[in-house]
């Protein structure tokens, strides 16, 4: 069964940092491109990253541009978010999800891990 | 970047009914558009990809239409397991842009 699991949320200052994670399993992830969305409390979904098969091919949303980074180990087959100088409006769940086909749909996602941006 | 606009942004409709959600994209994005159902305190899960390639175990009931820059899903008979929110995303371009919701509401 394909499972992501997100780790590594929790509450941090304005400023802060944080890395998330997100292990996969039931699947070799070095076959996978990768995203991390993010969804605001009681708001709509925001696409935050992508990373390629080989760490290649990186991109990012406008909002984090410069303040994370995405990264995997395929060895591990991990997923991470390095998240620095946090914001108050970083505060959301995030959410790892596996690109399924040429057509960049998300098949499969985790269960998300809340970041909350607050002193 | 592209912006995607879903219409309208909440629906009450009944068991039984046939049910359309529009989504417009700010420049054409070929058929590169995504639907996703999202349901209180759970992830997105994927319905449609390509603008109308139905996922796999979705049930038929669900269909896309569209290509360029507007976009339908069409739900042909609304069961209760289907009152969720639901969001268009184009994959032509990064940033992968979501629509704002659609949140679809019992009667």
């Known amino acids: 069964e394909v499972q992501l699991v997100e780790s590594g949320g929790g509450l941090v200052q304005p400023g802060g940092s944080l890395r998330l994670s997100c292990a996969a399993s039931?699947?070799?992830?070095?076959?996978?491109?990768m995203n991390w969305v993010r969804q605001a409390p009681g708001k709509g979904l925001e696409w935050v990253s992508y990373?390629?098969?080989?760490?290649?091919?990186?991109y990012y949303a406008d909002s984090v541009k410069g303040r994370f980074t995405i990264s995997r180990d395929n060895a591990k087959n991990s997923l991470y978010l390095q998240m620095n100088s946090l914001r108050d409006e970083d505060t959301a769940v995030y959410y790892c999800?596996?690109?399924?086909?040429?057509?960049?749909?998300?098949?499969?996602w985790g269960q998300g891990t809340l970041v909350t941006v607050s002193s | 970047d592209i912006q995607m606009t879903q219409s309208p942004s909440s629906l009450s409709a009944s068991v039984g009914d046939r049910v359309t959600i529009t989504c417009r994209a700010s420049?054409?994005?070929?058929?590169?558009l995504n639907w996703y159902q999202q349901k209180p305190g759970k992830a997105p899960k994927v319905l449609i990809y390509?603008?109308?390639s139905l996922q796999s175990g979705v049930p038929s009931r669900f269909s896309g239409s569209g290509s360029g820059t507007d976009f339908t899903l069409t739900i042909s008979s609304l069961q209760p397991e289907d009152f969720a929110t639901y969001y268009c995303?184009?994959?032509?371009?990064?940033?992968?842009?979501f629509g704002q919701g659609t949140k679809l509401e019992i009667k």
């Open positions: 999800a596996r690109v399924s086909s040429a057509w960049y749909e998300l098949d499969y």
């Open positions: 039931g699947f070799t992830l070095n076959y996978y491109n």
């Open positions: 990373i390629s098969i080989s760490s290649s091919t990186i």
């Open positions: 420049q054409s994005i070929s058929s590169y």
């Open positions: 390509a603008a109308f």
């Open positions: 995303q184009q994959s032509y371009s990064t940033p992968y842009t």
